[in-house]
Every structure is written in C-alpha cells, then in structure tokens.
C-alpha cells in the first residue's frame, strides 16, 4: 500500500516530507537512500543543508571519495602541471585509464604524462635545451647571458636531458632545486632562467602550462639589502696605487667611479665616445645593458683622470684578463677587499648627495625603473661633505697643469 504523506519540500537538494507530527529527510547518494526523521522543518532542512554541504565537501553522488581516496587525488593534483586539471587528463584517457581497471588516480595522472601527446610533438630537454641556445644566439644576446642560460639550464639539462619536457612538473623542479640547496637569490635566478626555457617550449606548443612559472613555484620573499659602497679614502687610495703598480687600469677604475659605467659596459666603451669638448661619455646601445643609448656628463675630476690617457680611437679598457690583474695587484697592495658592483654604487650614493636629484642620477645610470627604489637604495650612504670630498678625487699629478688633448673629430 502506497505511503501518503501530507507535505513535502524540496531543499539543498533533499526531500523533506512531512509524516505525521514529524518531518522525514531523505537523502540520495551514490545510488543509496538515507532516511532521517525530525521533529520540527527547521531541523530537517538543516539536516538538508548540512548533508549538501558533505557531499560537496567530499563529491558528488556519482564520486563519494573516501579519505584515502581524497589522499590519493591530491597526490594525483600535485603531479600535474601547473594549470592543468585531473579532467583534461581523464578525458583525453578516459578509454586508456578504464583498460587498466581499479587503478589510482595518481596511476592515471601518471599514464597521462608519460602518454600524452602535445599538439607540437615531443622533445625531450636536451633537445629542446640545444635549440634554445641557437635560438637565443639568432636573437643577438649578449655572450654574458648566453653564458648564464647555458650554466643554470645545462645543470637542469644533466639531470633531466632524456626527459620529455611534458612531464617536467613543478615538484620535480622544486626538488631538484632543494637537492642542490639553491635558495635566496640563487634561486630566483634559476627560476628566472628556467621560466623563460619553459616559456620558449610553450611558444613551441611542446607543453600546455610551464612548470617554473611563478603561479607553478612561489619564489622566495628576500629582505632588501643597502648596496655595498667603498668609502672615500678606499676609492681614492685603489685609484692612485692603480697609477703605480696597474696603469694600464686607471681608466677603468676613474670611469667605474665618476662616470658609474658597468663593468660589462666598459670593454664596449671606446676613446671616440669621449667627447671632452663637451665633456660628454656616450654609452652606445650595443655597448648599453638595456641596448639604449645613454648620456654620461663627465666630471671635473674624471677629465683629470682620463686626459692623460686619452687616445684618438681605440678602446678604452684592456682585455678583462689584464683588468683582473691589475685589479688584483692593487687590492693586494691596498688590503682592500674588492666590492661587486663598487664603483657603480659608489658613484650613484655620491652623484645623489651631490646633486640632490634622484631623476639626474638615474639619467646617469640609466635607470628607466621606478626612481623611488634608486632612492631608496641610495639615499643617505654618503654624506654631503664626503660627496664633496669625492668629486674632489683627483691624480697626485693634478698638482700639475695637465693639457686637455686635441681629439680629432
């Protein structure tokens, strides 16, 4: 005999039928009916929502995940690449995955990646590894960079060379990154260089997300550092012992100090740049960081320095071998320790005490990023009687008239 019932509500997907004095929840999941009685509507709807929320806690009716089942889906999650959803990968194996039967999940994720065919075909990283660096030569990069890509990525390369690049995930990354202790800053770079090696696979349709990207691997947050500087009694001592025991280097050094010429930029550097008429340096584009040609007004003391050794054409700095040498006769003379990239942040903390013009500075630098950082980097390392004392810096033979040299146009 067919049970009757006076009301009944549909809410969060249950039917709540009223018998009697008390209210029946039913709730239907994974093919199986669950009874629940209450006394009042209010619990039974609540009942209702409550059971709702499970089941989209846990999975719809048609997938009731267990806990170890959960466990095993996350595992599956994080095998992926950055991106990619466990859909995708069932749909496109779905008959593959079925003929294995009772697998998993982290099985199929696994089939999925070994199988899967990217729509640009399949390379492994080696490959891909050496078609990149003749990429980046025909692009014109700089030897420097090309060097650097070919270090950082080559060491990926030794490990995962056979590799597909497809199934090069995030984890593996990450894992290989702790393996040879790579943090702070030295792993940022390697991040940075790895984003752009699987950023180029991408534009070759060889994978679908990069696994290096920073939605993929989080970088690591570092605390900001005031750049290292040397005092004025270091510059001026490394400058008149250079005259003495490295002569060949005083250019280098009075143009890294008064000029804040990279290094890098300074082997492009020639005498045709100089133009002491107008006491200008031009730092060229193929000779510039950024390839953008900039302007450097030349100081007082630094036509002081480099007069003497002014040529006509040439360039201006001898080969880094003998930069080297020199550099290290002088800091074994001296007793001063050398600072990477000293000279530049030297003269960007005196050029800003001096002039008290951020937007000047950076127009020397060549910074076309936000000034606020340049001052923030730069401002107070130097005092203004110190900036005075270094733009005042000039060759013992100053106590001499030194002729300004007759360049030819």
């Known amino acids: 005999m067919k049970k009757s019932y006076r009301r009944k509500w549909r809410h969060s997907g249950c039917i709540i039928r009223q018998r009697g004095d008390r209210f029946q929840v039913e709730v239907n999941r994974s093919g199986k009916r669950k009874r629940s009685t209450w006394p009042t509507l209010a619990e039974a709807k609540t009942f209702a929502e409550q059971e709702s929320s499970r089941v989209k806690n846990e999975g719809t009716a048609a997938l009731a995940l267990s806990l170890d089942q959960r466990a095993d889906a996350a595992k599956a999650i994080k095998a992926l690449p950055a991106g990619m959803h466990l859909l995708s990968a069932a749909e496109d194996y779905a008959k593959e995955i079925a003929r294995l039967g009772g697998v998993p999940l982290k099985n199929a994720v696994d089939f999925y990646l070994l199988h899967h065919k990217p729509a640009g075909g ?12 003749t990429e980046k030569a025909k692009e014109n990069c700089r030897s420097r960079s090309l060097a650097d890509m070919k270090c950082r990525i080559g060491r990926l390369a030794k490990d995962f060379g056979q590799r597909q690049v497809h199934t090069i995930t995030a984890a593996e990354i990450e894992a290989w990154l702790d393996k040879y202790k790579y943090t702070g800053q030295s792993r940022i770079n390697y991040l940075r260089v790895f984003t752009s090696f699987f950023n180029y696979a991408r534009m070759q349709r060889l994978i679908e997300f990069n696994p290096a990207d920073q939605s993929a691997i989080k970088r690591p947050k570092m605390d900001e550092h005031l750049p290292e500087i040397f005092s004025v009694q270091q510059a001026e001592r490394l400058l008149q012992t250079a005259v003495e025991k490295a002569d060949v280097i005083v250019p280098y050094l009075a143009l890294g100090f008064f000029a804040g010429v990279r290094s890098a930029e300074l082997q492009g550097l020639t005498w045709a740049d100089v133009d002491f008429a107008a006491k200008l340096i031009t730092v060229r584009p193929e000779v510039a960081k950024k390839r953008r040609q900039r302007h450097v007004v030349m100081s007082e003391n630094l036509v002081a320095w480099l007069a003497p050794y002014a040529k006509k054409t040439g360039g201006i700095c ?27 942040h030297t003269f960007a903390s005196c050029h800003l005490a001096k002039h008290q013009d951020i937007s000047k500075t950076a127009l020397e630098l060549g910074h076309t990023g936000n000034p606020t950082v340049l001052f923030n980097h730069y401002r107070n390392l130097v005092k203004p009687v110190e900036a005075e004392a270094y733009w005042n810096i000039l060759p013992k033979r100053e106590a001499q008239i030194i002729k300004m040299p007759a360049i030819a146009g």
Not at 122 to 133: H, M, P, S
Not at 322 to 338: C, E, H, N, P, Y
């Open 318 to 344: 001898p080969p880094p071998s003998v930069v080297r040498s020199g550099v290290a006769a002088i800091l074994k003379d001296t007793g001063i320790q050398w600072i990477h990239n000293g000279m530049r």
């Open 122 to 133: 399949v390379r492994t990283v080696a490959e891909l590894f050496a078609g990149y660096l």
